[in-house]
């Protein structure tokens, strides 16, 4: 197997398989497609053969991404999407932010991190990466580029966890990885000063597309109003601020430019 090494913390590397952990850790159950599932298979997430799929339970896409099923004429902090849960037309999923899918460390089948550091917030620094590897359009390749990534973030760099705060996928969702309240590995001299999310993909000649490009705001966004970043805070592509790296690509550093917060001095 040969490894390619890349400038911005992540690889393309084999994708994870031959058990059934991620599916358990989005509360679902590997069985043959052939049998009834109330929620909804999904594949990529369980060992075995082709037919052997993840059934999720009826409100597990709801949960995975931090919300909270309820009936629509409860109050809600962040908005409803339909289509997340089970139950009567009324029954919509809830969700902590507005106009963002996060999607949690335990519905991509996230391992357990060696160590972790809690950060003192809010921050105000925000940067923005590429992870240069594939890029995913859809929950199922997304997932499996998550766990690919933390596999090498951990197993072979030796951290002891994946590196970002966040990555965004071309799918329009967020995922978590270290999280709102952790310290990262993705940016050299900041890591506990700032937050940091990449897109997957490589993005030195195109951009993201603009369902990411809308995750990455609306992330950000989040952040201030959970009280996760300052409201002044600045934005920084990775090689503004380590000369050695290409990161976020040509495409995506152009385009952050455009973006209200990015800052020019020096952090």
């Not at 603009?210 to 609306?218: C, Q, V």
Request: hydrophobic share 30%.
């Amino acid at each position: 197997m040969m490894w390619k090494t890349i400038v911005c913390l992540a690889l393309l590397v084999p994708l994870a398989s031959g058990n059934d952990a991620p599916c358990t850790a989005i509360g679902g159950t590997c069985q043959d497609d052939s049998m009834s599932c109330s929620g909804g298979y999904e594949s990529g997430f369980c060992g075995g053969g082709v037919n052997r799929r993840c059934c999720k339970q009826e409100d597990a896409t709801c949960v995975s991404i931090g919300g909270t099923c309820q009936d629509d004429s409860l109050s809600c902090s962040g908005g409803y999407e339909s289509g997340l849960c089970g139950g009567g037309v009324n029954r919509k999923c809830c969700k902590v932010c507005s106009g963002v899918k996060i999607y949690s460390r335990a519905s991509w089948g996230a391992k357990a991190p060696k160590s972790s550091t809690i950060m003192s917030t809010p921050v105000s620094l925000f940067f923005v990466h590429h992870t240069v590897g594939s890029s995913c359009n859809d929950f199922t390749s997304c997932a499996a580029v998550m766990r690919s990534i933390q596999n090498y973030h951990m197993d072979i760099k030796g951290w002891s966890d994946i590196g970002y705060s966040f990555l965004v996928g071309e799918d329009g969702a967020v995922y978590e990885g270290r999280g709102w309240n952790k310290v990262g590995a993705h940016t050299q001299g900041y890591n506990s000063r700032g937050l940091a999310a990449s897109v997957m993909g490589n993005f030195m000649n195109r951009k993201p597309n603009t369902a990411a490009l809308n995750a990455m705001k609306n992330l950000i966004q989040c952040g201030i109003s959970r009280g996760y970043i300052t409201s002044t805070y600045k934005l920084y592509g990775h090689r503004d601020v380590v000369s050695t790296t290409t990161c976020p690509g040509d495409a995506l550093y152009q385009e952050i430019k455009t973006w209200p917060h990015y800052s020019t001095q020096t952090p």
